[in-house]
Protein backbone atom coordinates (compact mmCIF):
# COMPACT_ATOMS: atom_id res chain seq x y z
CA UNK A 1 0.00 0.00 0.00
CA UNK A 2 1.45 3.37 -1.15
CA UNK A 3 1.54 6.61 1.46
CA UNK A 4 -0.87 8.20 -0.47
CA UNK A 5 -3.14 5.34 0.02
CA UNK A 6 -2.66 5.36 3.69
CA UNK A 7 -3.08 9.09 4.30
CA UNK A 8 -6.68 8.91 2.03
CA UNK A 9 -7.85 5.99 4.50
CA UNK A 10 -6.70 7.97 7.36
CA UNK A 11 -9.48 10.68 6.41
CA UNK A 12 -11.90 8.36 3.96
CA UNK A 13 -14.94 8.27 6.27
CA UNK A 14 -14.92 12.51 6.79
CA UNK A 15 -14.52 12.86 3.25
CA UNK A 16 -17.30 10.22 2.68
CA UNK A 17 -19.52 12.44 5.09
CA UNK A 18 -18.37 15.48 3.53
CA UNK A 19 -19.46 14.39 0.23
CA UNK A 20 -23.28 13.55 1.79
CA UNK A 21 -23.17 17.03 3.12
CA UNK A 22 -22.36 19.46 -0.30
CA UNK A 23 -24.83 18.98 -2.10
CA UNK A 24 -27.46 18.15 1.19
CA UNK A 25 -28.93 21.70 2.50
CA UNK A 26 -32.40 21.84 0.52
CA UNK A 27 -35.56 23.74 1.72
CA UNK A 28 -37.23 23.55 4.57
CA UNK A 29 -39.16 24.78 7.65
CA UNK A 30 -36.93 25.67 10.57
CA UNK A 31 -38.03 23.38 13.40
CA UNK A 32 -36.63 25.48 16.23
CA UNK A 33 -36.68 29.28 17.47
CA UNK A 34 -33.40 30.23 16.21
CA UNK A 35 -32.67 34.17 16.05
CA UNK A 36 -33.66 35.96 13.08
CA UNK A 37 -30.33 37.07 12.25
CA UNK A 38 -29.28 33.08 12.19
CA UNK A 39 -32.17 32.12 10.30
CA UNK A 40 -31.81 34.43 7.47
CA UNK A 41 -27.99 33.23 7.25
CA UNK A 42 -28.78 29.54 7.16
CA UNK A 43 -31.57 30.43 4.43
CA UNK A 44 -29.71 31.76 2.36
CA UNK A 45 -26.97 29.37 2.68
CA UNK A 46 -29.67 26.71 2.04
CA UNK A 47 -30.79 29.17 -1.04
CA UNK A 48 -27.04 29.61 -2.82
CA UNK A 49 -26.46 25.52 -2.48
CA UNK A 50 -29.98 25.30 -4.30
CA UNK A 51 -29.11 27.79 -6.87
CA UNK A 52 -26.25 25.50 -8.21
CA UNK A 53 -27.07 23.00 -10.75
CA UNK A 54 -23.88 21.72 -11.97
CA UNK A 55 -20.51 23.05 -10.58
CA UNK A 56 -16.87 21.84 -11.02
CA UNK A 57 -14.08 22.61 -8.44
CA UNK A 58 -10.15 21.90 -7.60
CA UNK A 59 -9.93 20.63 -4.07
CA UNK A 60 -7.51 19.95 -1.44
CA UNK A 61 -7.96 17.45 1.26
CA UNK A 62 -5.90 17.87 4.22
CA UNK A 63 -5.91 15.66 7.40
CA UNK A 64 -5.13 16.60 11.05
CA UNK A 65 -1.16 15.91 10.41
CA UNK A 66 -1.39 18.50 7.37
CA UNK A 67 -1.08 15.72 4.94
CA UNK A 68 -2.65 16.56 1.86
CA UNK A 69 -4.56 15.12 -1.29
CA UNK A 70 -5.76 16.79 -4.44
CA UNK A 71 -7.97 16.71 -6.93
CA UNK A 72 -11.16 17.86 -8.97
CA UNK A 73 -14.80 17.82 -7.55
CA UNK A 74 -17.70 17.76 -9.94
CA UNK A 75 -21.33 17.87 -8.42
CA UNK A 76 -24.72 17.81 -10.11
CA UNK A 77 -27.88 18.60 -7.93
CA UNK A 78 -29.93 16.59 -6.76
CA UNK A 79 -27.26 14.01 -5.06
CA UNK A 80 -24.38 13.44 -7.27
CA UNK A 81 -21.58 13.83 -6.57
CA UNK A 82 -17.48 13.00 -7.67
CA UNK A 83 -14.27 13.09 -6.01
CA UNK A 84 -11.51 12.37 -8.80
CA UNK A 85 -8.25 12.36 -6.75
CA UNK A 86 -4.80 12.86 -7.97
CA UNK A 87 -3.41 10.00 -10.22
CA UNK A 88 -1.34 8.60 -7.83
CA UNK A 89 -3.59 8.40 -4.89
CA UNK A 90 -6.12 5.70 -7.50
CA UNK A 91 -8.92 6.38 -5.30
CA UNK A 92 -12.40 7.40 -6.08
CA UNK A 93 -15.55 8.82 -4.61
CA UNK A 94 -18.85 8.62 -6.58
CA UNK A 95 -22.03 9.50 -5.30
CA UNK A 96 -24.78 8.52 -8.17
CA UNK A 97 -27.74 9.52 -6.05
CA UNK A 98 -28.82 6.46 -4.57
CA UNK A 99 -25.53 5.19 -3.27
CA UNK A 100 -21.64 6.77 -2.05
CA UNK A 101 -19.37 4.56 -3.85
CA UNK A 102 -15.51 4.54 -2.98
CA UNK A 103 -13.12 2.95 -4.99
CA UNK A 104 -9.44 1.60 -4.48
CA UNK A 105 -7.87 0.91 -7.58
CA UNK A 106 -4.44 0.14 -5.86
CA UNK A 107 -6.41 -2.85 -4.06
CA UNK A 108 -9.07 -3.13 -5.96
CA UNK A 109 -11.58 -2.50 -3.43
CA UNK A 110 -15.44 -1.28 -3.21
CA UNK A 111 -17.04 0.22 -0.88
CA UNK A 112 -20.74 1.76 -0.77
CA UNK A 113 -23.07 3.15 1.60
CA UNK A 114 -26.79 3.40 0.38
CA UNK A 115 -27.60 7.43 0.78
CA UNK A 116 -30.68 6.45 2.71
CA UNK A 117 -28.58 4.86 5.81
CA UNK A 118 -25.60 6.55 5.66
CA UNK A 119 -24.08 9.34 7.97
CA UNK A 120 -26.23 12.32 7.68
CA UNK A 121 -27.31 10.88 4.56
CA UNK A 122 -30.92 12.27 5.59
CA UNK A 123 -29.85 15.49 4.60
CA UNK A 124 -30.33 14.71 0.66
CA UNK A 125 -34.02 14.02 1.48
CA UNK A 126 -35.69 17.52 0.36
CA UNK A 127 -38.50 16.00 2.61
CA UNK A 128 -36.35 16.06 5.68
CA UNK A 129 -36.25 19.29 8.28
CA UNK A 130 -32.97 20.18 7.42
CA UNK A 131 -32.60 23.41 10.42
CA UNK A 132 -32.95 20.35 12.57
CA UNK A 133 -29.38 19.43 11.41
CA UNK A 134 -27.97 22.86 10.47
CA UNK A 135 -26.97 25.43 12.98
CA UNK A 136 -25.38 29.29 12.20
CA UNK A 137 -21.80 29.71 14.25
CA UNK A 138 -20.54 33.35 14.05
CA UNK A 139 -17.76 34.26 12.66
CA UNK A 140 -17.11 37.74 13.35
CA UNK A 141 -16.80 38.47 9.84
CA UNK A 142 -19.96 39.81 7.64
CA UNK A 143 -18.30 38.23 4.47
CA UNK A 144 -18.40 34.65 6.16
CA UNK A 145 -21.09 32.80 6.74
CA UNK A 146 -20.02 29.48 8.81
CA UNK A 147 -23.01 26.59 9.33
CA UNK A 148 -22.20 23.65 11.71
CA UNK A 149 -24.26 20.39 10.36
CA UNK A 150 -25.13 17.28 12.83
CA UNK A 151 -27.19 15.03 14.07
CA UNK A 152 -27.54 15.33 17.86
CA UNK A 153 -29.12 12.00 18.16
CA UNK A 154 -26.40 10.36 16.50
CA UNK A 155 -23.05 11.91 17.25
CA UNK A 156 -20.86 8.74 15.61
CA UNK A 157 -21.84 10.23 12.87
CA UNK A 158 -19.58 13.78 13.18
CA UNK A 159 -19.65 17.12 12.56
CA UNK A 160 -19.62 18.77 8.93
CA UNK A 161 -18.98 22.79 9.22
CA UNK A 162 -19.69 24.42 5.91
CA UNK A 163 -18.16 27.50 5.23
CA UNK A 164 -19.33 31.01 2.32
CA UNK A 165 -17.59 33.14 1.72
CA UNK A 166 -19.73 36.52 0.00
CA UNK A 167 -19.37 36.58 -3.65
CA UNK A 168 -22.01 38.22 -5.86
CA UNK A 169 -21.39 36.44 -9.32
CA UNK A 170 -21.92 32.94 -7.36
CA UNK A 171 -25.14 31.18 -7.05
CA UNK A 172 -27.49 33.01 -4.42
CA UNK A 173 -24.23 35.61 -3.71
CA UNK A 174 -22.60 32.82 -1.60
CA UNK A 175 -19.74 30.53 -2.43
CA UNK A 176 -18.89 27.64 -0.70
CA UNK A 177 -15.08 27.81 0.13
CA UNK A 178 -14.19 25.07 2.35
CA UNK A 179 -16.19 22.43 4.87
CA UNK A 180 -14.14 20.70 7.57
CA UNK A 181 -15.18 17.07 8.66
CA UNK A 182 -14.75 15.66 12.40
CA UNK A 183 -15.75 11.85 12.74
CA UNK A 184 -16.53 10.38 15.82
CA UNK A 185 -12.73 9.71 16.80
CA UNK A 186 -11.93 13.58 16.15
CA UNK A 187 -10.33 13.00 13.45
CA UNK A 188 -10.62 16.07 11.37
CA UNK A 189 -10.38 16.89 7.97
CA UNK A 190 -10.34 19.66 6.01
CA UNK A 191 -11.58 20.29 2.16
CA UNK A 192 -10.90 23.39 0.28
CA UNK A 193 -12.07 24.24 -2.63
CA UNK A 194 -10.79 26.83 -5.57
CA UNK A 195 -11.73 27.72 -9.18
CA UNK A 196 -14.96 27.26 -8.67
CA UNK A 197 -17.31 27.10 -12.12
CA UNK A 198 -20.69 27.34 -12.25
CA UNK A 199 -23.50 25.50 -14.84
CA UNK A 200 -20.71 23.84 -15.96
CA UNK A 201 -21.69 20.60 -18.80
CA UNK A 202 -21.93 17.71 -16.48
CA UNK A 203 -23.97 13.93 -17.61
CA UNK A 204 -24.76 11.15 -15.41
CA UNK A 205 -21.94 9.98 -17.47
CA UNK A 206 -19.52 11.89 -14.76
CA UNK A 207 -20.84 9.63 -12.24
CA UNK A 208 -20.23 6.12 -13.43
CA UNK A 209 -16.64 4.31 -12.56
CA UNK A 210 -15.35 1.22 -13.51
CA UNK A 211 -15.04 -1.81 -11.46
CA UNK A 212 -12.00 -2.65 -10.35
CA UNK A 213 -12.64 -6.08 -8.45
CA UNK A 214 -12.08 -9.14 -11.00
CA UNK A 215 -15.18 -10.13 -12.95
CA UNK A 216 -15.18 -13.76 -11.78
CA UNK A 217 -14.90 -14.18 -7.66
CA UNK A 218 -15.06 -17.46 -5.71
Known amino acids: MNRTSKIFRSCASAAALAALCVPALLPA ?101 VAKYGTVKQTGNPNVVSIEVRDRSHPEYGVITLIFTRKASAPGGLELSYWVALDSQNKRTTISLSNQRYGVPVSNNDFRWVDPRPKTRR
Open 29 to 129: TPAYAAPSGDSAQLNQAVEALRAISTMKADFVQTDRNGQSLTGELTLMRPGKIRFQYQKSAQLLIVSDGKALTMIDYSVKQVQRWPISNSPLGALLDPKRD
